[in-house]
C-alpha cells in the first residue's frame, strides 16, 4: 500500500514544503515555523480545492440532471413499485439515456480521500520521526516543533504526549468541522434544491442522511486524526461552504428557492413587478416614498331646491 501511494506522499509533502520556503520571505527563513506549518497545510487545500473544481463542476451539472429527472424517477418507481429489479433496470437506463450519474455528488470527496490519507500518513510519520516524500532531516525536524495555538500538528487528542491544550484545540476543531459541515449540507437543503416532495424521494433523502450523519463521523472520528488533518479538513469545508454560497447566490438550481430570489430581484431591478406567487418569502416589494395621496372624495351633488308655492 506504502509504495503505491509513494507519488501522493511525495506530492503532499512537496506542496507543503514548497509552501513553507515560499512563506520564509515573508516571516523570515528563520521566522515562526509553528505559522509556516500551519498555513502550508492552508496552502495544500487551496491547490487541491483548485484542482478539484473540474469535478465540482461535474457534481452541480449531475445533481441539477438528477433534479430534473426526478419526476421521471418517480413515475418508474410508481409503476414498478413491486419490482424492485426491474425498477433499478429502468432508473439505470434512466441515467444512460440522460448521461448522468447519480454518484457523482461523492466525487470531489472520494478525490480527496487518497491526499486526505497520504497527508495523514505524513504527519504520523513527523510524529514517529520517519521521513515521507521530501519532508526529512532538517525540515522534518522542523515540522516535529510545529504548534498550532500550543498543539503540535502531529498529536492527536489520544496520543499519549498529548497535553490539555492539544486537547482543547483538537476539541475546538472537531466541533469547527461538524459544525461547518452541517450548516453547508442545510444551506444546500434550504435554499439550494427544488421544492419537491419528500416521499418516496431518494435525492432529498440521501441529502437528509447527509445533513446528520457526517458531521457524527466527524465528531466520532476526529479524536484520531493529527491537529494537522484536522487543520485540513476544516479549512477544506469552510472553502466548500464559500463555494457553495456563492454558487447558490449566482447560479442558483432552477425552481430552488435561491433561485425565485435572485429572478424576484432582477424582476424588481428591471421595473417588473412580479406577482405573489413569484416572490419567495424574503423579498419585500417597497412602496415609493413620497407624499402620501388623499383619496378624492366624491362631491356631494345638491339637492334641488323645491319651488316656493
Not at 140 to 168: C, I, M, P, R, Y
Not at 202 to 218: C, H
Not at 282 to 295: A, F, N, S
Request: net charge positive; aromatic share 10%.
Amino acid at each position: 500500500m506504502g509504495s503505491i501511494l509513494n507519488p501522493l506522499y511525495y506530492a503532499v509533502s512537496w506542496v507543503m514544503v514548497t509552501f513553507h520556503s515560499l512563506l520564509g520571505y515573508v516571516f523570515g527563513k528563520d521566522g515562526n515555523e509553528s505559522i509556516k506549518w500551519s498555513l502550508s497545510i492552508i496552502g495544500l487545500v487551496i491547490v487541491i480545492r483548485i484542482i478539484l473544481i473540474p469535478l465540482f463542476v461535474k457534481q452541480i451539472k449531475s445533481q441539477r440532471a438528477l433534479t430534473a429527472l426526478q419526476p421521471h424517477m418517480k413515475e418508474i418507481q410508481k409503476k414498478h413499485k413491486d419490482d424492485r429489479q426491474k425498477q433499478s433496470e429502468e432508473m439505470m437506463k434512466l441515467y444512460k439515456e440522460h448521461k448522468t450519474n447519480p454518484l457523482a455528488s461523492c466525487f470531489p470527496i472520494l478525490a480527496q480521500a487518497p491526499i486526505f490519507f497520504a497527508l495523514f500518513t505524513v504527519l504520523n510519520g513527523i510524529a514517529r520521526n520517519t521521513p515521507h516524500g521530501v519532508l526529512r532531516g532538517e525540515l522534518l525536524v522542523s515540522a516535529q516543533e510545529a504548534k498550532f495555538f500550543g498543539a503540535n500538528l502531529s498529536n492527536t487528542f489520544l496520543s499519549s504526549d498529548s497535553n490539555t491544550q492539544t486537547k482543547l484545540v483538537t476539541v475546538v476543531l472537531i466541533a469547527f468541522m461538524s459544525a461547518t459541515t452541517f450548516i453547508t449540507q442545510r444551506q444546500l437543503m434550504v435554499k439550494g434544491m427544488p421544492k419537491m416532495d419528500s416521499s418516496n424521494n431518494m435525492m432529498l433523502q440521501q441529502q437528509k442522511i447527509m445533513l446528520y450523519v457526517f458531521p457524527v463521523i466527524f465528531a466520532v472520528s476526529g479524536v484520531n486524526f493529527p491537529v494537522g488533518v484536522l487543520i485540513y479538513w476544516s479549512t477544506t469545508n469552510l472553502w466548500t461552504f464559500g463555494q457553495q454560497f456563492y454558487v447558490i447566490k449566482r447560479n442558483p438550481t432552477p425552481g430552488s428557492p435561491a433561485y425565485e430570489e435572485l429572478e424576484a430581484k432582477r424582476a424588481l431591478k428591471n421595473g417588473v413587478q412580479p406577482t405573489e406567487d413569484e416572490l419567495p418569502g424574503d423579498v419585500v416589494i417597497e412602496e415609493p416614498k413620497g407624499q402620501r395621496q388623499q383619496p378624492k372624495s366624491e362631491k356631494k351633488k345638491k339637492k334641488p331646491k323645491k319651488p316656493k308655492n
